[in-house]
């Protein structure tokens, strides 16, 4: 069964910092992988997708790359603001199809000022 | 621009009532699918449909039920409330069963 892994829970930064957040999943038979990005009280927004035939992909200051055969993917946000403090979930599509999406449990990025 | 609209936002049930959240999508998505959301368990899938007339069971289907009469709207029914089924609803939709899922605003469910 397919799990998904994000390390650490929460992490605190000053503004400006370079940071990356880890996703790991222990099966690497996915077809895309997906980062969102939940606020509190709010629904989750999609940030970045990564499809199968794709290793990485890039938004202005978000650039996520996936590692199939290591069983990684990670969120780099350059240059960090605190409007970037939320909590950044990335989920796996299996190759069996969406019903079998398997969640992390996300990491709360604190930025401040 | 509505994309996936759920309501009502907020619910305070008693024990044994039973409601319905609705959930819309304006995107003519075939695949959409219900989560619920609570404190250190993540996201659940509870039930999903991939098209109009289709549904099945995600990991925690009991004491909820779902119809898919068309393509635009997916509602959650609880049978009879129970306090275990206090928790933050999501609805969410995606063009496939492998595309980009787009999820609703949440619907906060407290069951006294």
């Known amino acids: 069964k397919q799990e998904v892994t994000q390390i650490p829970a929460a992490l605190s930064v000053p503004e400006g910092e370079n940071l990356v957040l880890n996703c790991s999943f222990t099966d690497s038979a996915i077809y895309n992988l997906q980062w969102f990005r939940q606020d509190p009280g709010k629904g989750l927004t999609s940030l970045l997708l990564i499809q199968s035939s794709q290793r990485e992909q890039t938004s202005g200051r978000l650039n996520a790359s996936l590692d199939k055969s290591s069983g990684r993917s990670t969120l780099y946000i350059a240059a960090s603001q605190p409007g970037d403090s939320a909590t950044y979930l990335c989920?796996?599509?299996?190759?069996?199809?969406?019903?079998?999406?398997?969640f992390g449990k996300g990491t709360k990025l604190t930025v401040n000022p | 621009n509505a994309g996936v609209t759920q309501t009502p936002k907020f619910q305070v049930l008693k024990t044994g009532q039973s409601m319905t959240l609705q959930c819309a999508q304006d995107?003519?998505?075939?695949?959409m699918s219900w989560y619920r959301q609570d404190p250190g368990m993540g996201l659940r899938l509870i039930h999903y449909?991939?098209?109009?007339?289709?549904?099945d069971q995600g990991e925690v289907p009991n004491g909820y039920n779902v119809s898919r009469s068309t393509t635009e709207d997916f509602p959650l029914r609880l049978l009879s409330a129970a306090p275990s089924q206090t928790s933050v609803y999501f609805c969410?939709?995606?063009?496939?069963?492998?595309?980009?899922?787009?999820f609703g605003e949440g619907s906060r469910l407290t069951v006294l």
């Open positions: 989920v796996s599509y299996p190759q069996g199809g969406s019903e079998k999406l398997v």
């Open positions: 995107m003519n998505h075939e695949y």
């Open positions: 969410a939709s995606s063009y496939a069963t492998i595309g980009e899922l787009f």
């Open positions: 449909s991939v098209g109009a007339g289709i549904t």
